[in-house]
T-cell receptor, first 117, second 112 residues
Framework: AQSVAQPEDQVNVAEGNPLTVKCTYSVSGNPYLFWYVQYPNRGLQFLLKYITGDNLVKGSYGFEAEFNKSQTSFHLKKPSALVSDSALYFCALLGSRGASGTYKYIFGTGTRLKVLA | DGGITQSPKYLFRKEGQNVTLSCEQNLNHDAMYWYRQDPGQGLRLIYYSQIVNDFQKGDIAEGYSVSREKKESFPLTVTSAQKNPTAFYLC???????????FGPGTRLTVL
């Protein structure tokens, strides 16, 4: 079965501290993984993706994510959090739709990040 | 959100009415998608289209309909058969079905 889990509904971090937003996945075969951010009443903005290659992926706004195959995780990180990073973060897995041969995104339920001044 | 527009931003509907949400993209993407977002449930796929004049049902297609007559346009109709249509609707597009999806700003639909 293909799935994505974001185990934390909310993460609080002080401004200037490092942040981590967790994501784990389950898929047969090689995973394609994505992180998106959503600000209130807005669409999702693409942050970064892992397809293959280096396990540390760098993305927009200073974010990076670490792919760990043995732990089936793809955690989002930032060395120093900003108040403006406060938003809803989604992890997504590109999974197959089985016999149809097409693919679809499987989204996690989202993690609300709150950066405290 | 650049390159994908959705209109209107807010939409109010009376029970029993059909409404159509617009989605346009100028990214020359082949694939387009409609998602529904409810609090605490992430995004759920309603319909998707990988090419003009073709579309497929997603996970929650009941009560919705779409068309894909032009590459740049993928309107979604919420019919009176959709029992709980109040939600935030997001349109997305990608170069192909296995590429990064880019999202529009969304339409918030409220049934009165």
């Amino acid at each position: 079965a293909q799935s994505v889990a974001q185990p934390e509904d909310q993460v609080n971090v002080a401004e200037g501290n490092p942040l981590t937003v967790k994501c784990t996945y389950s898929v047969s075969g090689n995973p394609y993984l994505f992180w998106y951010v959503q600000y209130p009443n807005r669409g999702l903005q693409f942050l970064l993706k892992y397809i293959t290659g280096d396990n540390l992926v760098k993305g927009s706004y200073g974010f990076e994510a670490e792919f760990n195959k043995s732990q089936t995780s793809f955690h989002l990180k930032k060395p120093s959090a900003l108040v403006s990073d406060s938003a809803l973060y989604f992890c997504a897995l590109l999974g197959s739709r089985g016999a149809s041969g097409t693919y679809k995104y499987i989204f996690g339920t989202g993690t609300r990040l709150k950066v405290l001044a | 959100d650049g390159g994908i527009t959705q209109s209107p931003k807010y939409l109010f509907r009376k029970e029993g009415q059909n409404v159509t949400l617009s989605c346009e993209q100028n990214l020359n993407h082949d694939a387009m998608y409609w998602y529904r977002q409810d609090p605490g449930q992430g995004l759920r796929l309603i319909y998707y289209s990988q090419i003009v004049n073709d579309f497929q049902k997603g996970d929650i297609a009941e009560g919705y309909s779409v068309s894909r007559e032009k590459k740049e346009s993928f309107p979604l109709t919420v019919t009176s058969a959709q029992k709980n249509p109040t939600a935030f609707y997001l349109c997305a597009s990608s170069i192909s079905g296995t590429d990064t999806q880019y999202f529009g700003p969304g339409t918030r639909l409220t049934v009165l």
